[in-house]
């Protein structure tokens, strides 16, 4: 079959009795506009659909859906630093008419072209229509948060094991950078749920009944990533507080450490400086065993202080 | 086409189909009740929008609306300080009835003028009647609160930076002054949010139907804002937390620094103090090479010292 | 018109078309009681209206309401100290029927009595019938609140100004002590509002339709006081970290000013004592110029780490 | 009139127009089924009864209500210290059917006597049959909160004056057991206000609607017991952070006092040091005023460090 | 009678008016979906059930009933370090169909053979049908979280002890532990509450009515643990704060009686220093008990500082 030109899609496939999939990688506002006139799309969503840093959502109009969903992925790194991005994210935005089904693509997101192939396999699925194409980007989508989360909580344990290390180790940046990067996450995921659940629940037009067992299955999984998050999240700020209050501790204990060392040497500096004073009758300094008697006495104090010290968890 | 009184234009619009737009800067008691008896306001109205400080808030008389919107504004600043005001709120206030629509400005608040160019380019809107007013108020409202939020986030972005710098920055009066004003912010944002959905979403006789998507289009605006200072005050909080820990640290090092480097010195002073001593029999002072032996000492012992604590992290 | 006896009140306003307003402070259980019977109030709200320390509700009766309000004042003072009382509150009950008010004050509260004047001039609402005095009275108590809250506000202020001054000042005290007089002020606040939401929201018998619109403005005040409490306290919180952020930084700083001063210090002596001690053959005691020699090597060694100290940021 | 004996007492109530009320402190669980059996009480109710440790609820059976209060006892103390027990918690039990009510006492609990003495005096409200019992139950244990939450506050007022008070006192234990002790005293009271609301605004069978009012008074009560629990947690919060903030503070100042005495000390030491060194050519120790010039240079420094140190609030 | 293999279960169950019970272990996928197709599961159930990790939830299908939980396990252990697992965690799926019955298990978890017998001897439960068992079910998980969350409480109270005791220990890796195990724990708990009620309250066709109040008792069980962790959760962060505010005090005693001690020491150190110059002309050197007297004078100054530092609560 000859490729189709946009412009006679529609037309073709309801004739044909199927549907037109259309879709765009951060097209223009005039592209998209024109594509809007022909498929009648409100204008408030076109607009909302070529500015991307938009929330998830989901808006009804009289005989179609518009779905914006946010998109992540997980940034490999060699090493978690204070800068790192962890979490790219990007957007993908989706009219759905009774005959058509709009996808628009905002930032690198790769696998929305594994889609097609996937879909196509699935064929008892797409033949519930333009909805099947909204599940599987939905379903697609919270698959990745699925994995993204599923790599920050790695992150996440590596930093746990880092702080609990005995070894002395700068981890606030990294904590904030994780905090913040799931911050983005949460902002992706969140605002799904409600979305995806009126489209479980909600009679809603160009959704068949057939498909609403589906998109609850994606709302679980959505569920299910925003609680691993917020546990996420929680821990992140527990490890914080374990990892600071091990540090200053361990900080607390160098310098008591330290003084008590140098509050021990003072004592030898103390005693000698007593017979270095040039005083002409000190009877002491003419005896024959002075000098040892003395070095004896600050070794016994050193000693003393020493092991009175080390009962006191001093050094 | 001659200018209308004021007195006249209700009638003069009504005649001619049309509606009547009163723009008021801070007016009166007097001058507002005037104009209250004219259009039928309620006087408890009246006196909530001659004063200012009031919270954003929507209520339903008879058959008029009285919003209240808090605006915003960036104020553009050299170098964010401790005392630097960054977000400037003013207000608005919206009568709006059958056939005309009354809007009083308090505090400074560039652009409702150009609001009106902007509404006569787009005819079809304005033929919605005066609600299209109220929607092009609360739309530039949103939209300046979108600007001051941008704005923000680049002044914690850059406080972000300087938070993790090597420097040694003292950001906490500017941590604390921006979370100060996001509060402000907040306080505009946050209380809107159920106005514009009541607008959105319940039959209001003043509101024709075609409007409550653009009504929900603003609302949508709003939340993104919302969601927007929500997580800029998290943000800080969590900088806040890492900018004091990485402080606390550092400091700590610094001391730790300090006093093992003090401690080191104490060796060379203890030793020295021993020789000095005027004890008559101390055999060490008369030998040879006496002096050099114990320089070599105190060299050693500092220097092994300084190696133990290099290990230790404490130097 | 001669004063009607209180016992012979409710049937001469009766005839009249009138309502009778009883105004009692700090009643004992049987002056009430005796009332209570006369216009049938509930026992269990006669004994509520007996004892203070109510918390602020409505309550229901067949054809009476029950409403206990709590005053608050702002007790002027020289000084703000840890100690001071800010915040002093009483109590206001009122009960409600078809044809009497009887309003109970507990605590000092003036105004109420400045409350009637400023009714009987309003000769309008006062023909509403007796919910025009409840009105009366929970718009003086929430006026109260708007005063309160703004001396708060001063004070907030006026603390924020003193921690982040360069000065060494106490301020957690203070801070505590406003804290805690909000808390005092929230609990009068906070539980108002949703009665003063069923006074304007629900069909209630003894309050006229017209009276809604004046309970809707009261609720509205109270919501803008208790955001204002809300933010205070908020503040003060932000307020406190950054107290003590500031304060603990200058601490250290300090300690390390010290630290590295007594560290500098401790370089000549370590010197000096090498010269000190009383070995034959020490070839620089007898040059010529080892003194003066020696005291230059000390000052080098002095300046050069009063210089690195100062660019580690350590003086 | 002879003791009837339980068996016969459902019956023998019932045939005079009566009510049966047993009261049992702690059955085992065969006495307890014995007794349910005769009731009909429902076996998961039995269950519940018998063992402690229940929640606060109300469940509704077919015929019959069962409601668990947890009940407290304020542990009267020499003196607030880490350990020791404040608040003493038991459980009563209450089956409330038609005919009978019966009430199940665990641990300690005084005063469940003293309320048939004082129910009997109320012969009125004894009248409106077996769930009269029940508010009285409910009214006691509530009335006995109240009294421990006063209790409590004294003992928090406390620890606030020792907290501020100039005196270093250890605080924390204390704190921490009063906190836990409210954890305590908020399970006992928070779940119970749930089963009085619906006691008070629910249509049930074996509740007259006359004792409605009653339950909401009960009610009314336990939310302000549970408001000022909150408020003294909030407050003890409050007052570890003050504590904890003032502490470390004085901690520090001291630190601060007795580095920068040591490092005045310090000055003698070194500038001592310096002449004690034993180069032959050194003028100064040959001039007749040379020992006295350097005690006056001494003590000139050591006073100006003390007066720069103490205008630095160093000292 | 002789085994029935599972393929004719289902039809001789029916025949003989009983029902299927399947309990499977860690099912492979193709396992579960032949048995999901004999029994009609909806393949969507099948794909949850086969792997692990879901969160607790109920779904309703046409005609049949899926439920996750989440089972858990207290691991005993010699002592709680800041690595040992404490809480471990399984998952049961249910499918409750109208003749059938199926358990999937995934993870160790003792106990549900343990199930069969024990229902077997309640025979009137078992008549019930299929639901007897998910309330079985649903009944052992909620009795281990019980078992679990009371072990783990005793986990806290010795964690307690050891924080308020008088010796220094660290507690900090092992208050984040359990902290840690809490969340899995409440991860378990919380969200089983929700299906639990609607279990107990909603008409539900393969739920019979009498079974409800069985699933009532079970969310009981459940809310009363729920509230368990969360105070267990309140408690270990209050420990956290104690512990930490008790071990930063202790820490900062012992720097400032190291310090006092030390600025003791200072002083001997700085008077023998000054009669250690070798000035010509100091007459105290020449005196008769010049020497005794300046010991006489350090003691004197040591002691005067160390009863000032005693009174002053340095040492």
Same mark, same amino acid.
């Given at each position: 079959?000859?490729?189709?030109?946009?412009?006679?899609?529609?037309?073709?496939?309801?004739?044909?009795?199927?549907?037109? !999939?259309?879709?765009?990688?951060?097209?223009?506002?005039?592209?998209?506009?024109?594509?809007?006139?022909?498929?009648?799309?409100?204008?408030?969503?076109?607009?909302?659909?070529?500015?991307?840093?938009?929330?998830?959502?989901?808006?009804?109009?009289?005989?179609?859906?518009?779905?914006?969903?946010?998109?992540?992925?997980?940034?490999?790194?060699?090493?978690? /630093?204070?800068?790192?991005?962890?979490?790219? /994210? +990007?957007?993908?935005?989706?009219?759905?008419?009774?005959?058509?089904?709009? /996808?628009?693509?905002?930032?690198?997101?790769? +696998?929305?072209? +594994?889609?097609?192939?996937?879909?196509?396999?699935?064929?008892?699925?797409?033949?519930?229509?333009?909805?099947?194409?909204?599940? *599987?980007?939905?379903?697609?989508?919270?698959? /990745?948060?699925?994995?993204?989360?599923?790599?920050?909580?790695?992150?996440?344990?590596?930093?746990?094991?880092?702080?609990?290390?005995?070894?002395?180790?700068?981890?606030?940046?990294?904590?904030?950078?994780?905090?913040?990067?799931?911050?983005?996450?949460?902002?992706?995921?969140?605002?799904?749920?409600?979305?995806?659940?009126?489209?479980?629940?909600?009679?809603?037009?160009?959704?068949?009944?057939?498909?609403?067992?589906?998109?609850?299955?994606?709302?679980?999984? *959505?569920?299910?990533?925003?609680?691993?998050?917020?546990?996420?999240?929680?821990?992140?700020?527990?490890?914080?507080?374990?990892?600071?209050?091990?540090?200053?501790?361990?900080?607390?204990?160098?310098?008591?450490?330290?003084?008590?060392?140098?509050?021990?040497?003072?004592?030898?500096?103390?005693?000698? +400086?007593?017979?270095?004073?040039?005083?002409?009758?000190?009877?002491?300094?003419? !005896?024959?065993?002075?000098?040892?008697?003395?070095?004896?006495?600050?070794?016994?104090?050193?000693?003393?202080?020493?092991?009175?010290?080390?009962?006191?968890? !001093?050094?």
């Amino acid at each position: 079959q000859a490729p189709v030109p946009p412009e006679d899609a529609l037309r073709t496939a309801v004739a044909q009795g199927g549907f037109v !999939w259309l879709g765009l990688y951060e097209p223009t506002e005039t592209e998209l506009a024109a594509i809007g006139n022909r498929y009648g799309l409100h204008p408030l969503a076109v607009e909302d659909a070529v500015y991307a840093h938009q929330r998830p959502k989901l808006e009804q109009y009289d005989d179609a859906l518009f779905m914006v969903l946010k998109t992540a992925t997980y940034v490999a790194h060699e090493e978690l /630093t204070a800068t790192s991005e962890v979490v790219d /994210t +990007g957007e993908v935005m989706v009219f759905l008419g009774a005959n058509y089904v709009i /996808t628009v693509r905002h930032g690198e997101h790769s +696998g929305l072209a +594994g889609l097609r192939v996937r879909l196509e396999e699935q064929r008892e699925l797409l033949c519930l229509g333009p909805a099947s194409v909204l599940y *599987a980007v939905a379903d697609l989508v919270v698959d /990745t948060f699925v994995e993204v989360a599923g790599a920050v909580t790695d992150d996440v344990d590596e930093l746990e094991a880092s702080v609990f290390s005995p070894e002395r180790t700068d981890d606030i940046g990294r904590l904030y950078q994780l905090k913040r990067e799931l911050m983005g996450l949460r902002k992706a995921v969140g605002p799904l749920e409600l979305p995806l659940q009126k489209l479980a629940e909600r009679q809603i037009d160009v959704v068949p009944d057939a498909m609403r067992s589906y998109f609850r299955d994606v709302q679980d999984h *959505a569920i299910r990533v925003r609680d691993q998050v917020g546990g996420l999240d929680e821990l992140l700020s527990s490890i914080l507080q374990a990892s600071l209050a091990r540090t200053t501790l361990a900080d607390n204990e160098d310098m008591r450490k330290i003084s008590a060392y140098a509050g021990i040497i003072a004592v030898p500096t103390a005693i000698a +400086g007593i017979y270095g004073m040039n005083f002409e009758f000190m009877p002491e300094l003419e !005896w024959r065993y002075g000098y040892p008697v003395v070095l004896l006495v600050i070794a016994t104090i050193v000693l003393l202080l020493y092991r009175g010290f080390k009962r006191n968890g !001093w050094l």
